[in-house]
């Protein structure tokens, strides 16, 4: 079984100010990692997904990630938010065998001009 | 891109009664489905796996008999809320994993908001 932490519950921050959406996990096997976006009233939206092979991720809409073994992270970052962006983002992780996802809490941004 | 549509896209029911909501893939076939709850401000619970053509999986702590589902075609499934009480009232979402495509990757729908008085 799997858990995923995202530290950051909400996070402020201005138009075109980078952001970093901090997530953590534990699992006792090798897993796939995700970000997703909600927006008010919708569902679920890919941002990006880590399989394997290249540590740094790149995604839709500016979006990128970095995968740390070691750390068991997995931070979602863009370098200048719009205000577009505003939105609940979610981190997941999936066993490589069974594919079901496990969310963590969502961290939700609001940005500001 | 892939397509999941739900149906309704928000029900008020009044207590006692079932509701069912569908999930449906627009341009793939979905051997597999999967429903998920989400309260206010939280994050999305698994409740279920559900098969095409066989029983659906359940997660630890979800009533099998209050949470119907069925997923009796590549492009359907649904769920019905039986006997519905307003602890149920909760935004219900759905997604579908291409058969064709990677088995990790899932479609989400745009969601149900069910309300129940």
């Known amino acids: 079984a799997q858990s995923v932490t995202q530290l950051d519950s909400q996070v402020p921050v201005f138009e075109e100010a980078p952001v970093e959406l901090r997530c953590n996990y534990s699992?006792?096997?090798?897993?796939?990692l995700f970000w997703y976006v909600q927006y008010p009233n919708q569902g679920l939206q890919l941002l990006l997904k880590?399989?394997?092979?290249?540590?740094l991720v790149k995604g839709i809409n500016g979006f990128e990630a970095e995968f740390n073994k070691s750390q068991t992270s997995f931070h979602l970052r863009k370098p200048s938010v719009h205000i577009s962006d505003t939105a609940e983002y979610f981190c997941a992780v999936s066993d490589q065998g069974d594919y079901k996802l496990s969310f963590g809490a969502g961290t939700t941004v609001t940005v500001r001009a | 891109g892939a397509v999941v549509s739900q149906h309704p896209s928000r029900v008020i029911c009044k207590s006692g009664t079932s509701v069912k909501i569908e999930c449906r893939s627009l341009?793939?076939?979905?051997?597999?489905m999967f429903w998920y709850r989400q309260f206010p401000k939280k994050s999305l619970m698994l409740m279920a796996t559900?098969?095409?053509?066989?029983?659906?999986?359940?997660e630890q702590g979800v009533e099998k008999d209050k949470f119907l589902i069925n997923h009796a075609s590549l492009t359907l499934s649904t769920l019905t809320v039986t006997s519905a009480h307003p602890e149920d009232s909760s935004f219900y979402i759905c997604?579908?994993?291409?058969?064709?495509?990677?088995?990790?990757?899932?479609?989400f729908g745009p969601g149900t908001r069910l309300l129940v008085l």
């Open positions: 880590y399989l394997s092979g290249s540590t």
């Open positions: 699992s006792s096997v090798s897993v796939y």
């Open positions: 997604s579908a994993r291409d058969t064709l495509g990677a088995p990790e990757t899932q479609y």
């Open positions: 559900s098969n095409e053509g066989s029983k659906a999986t359940y």
């Open positions: 341009d793939f076939q979905a051997t597999t």
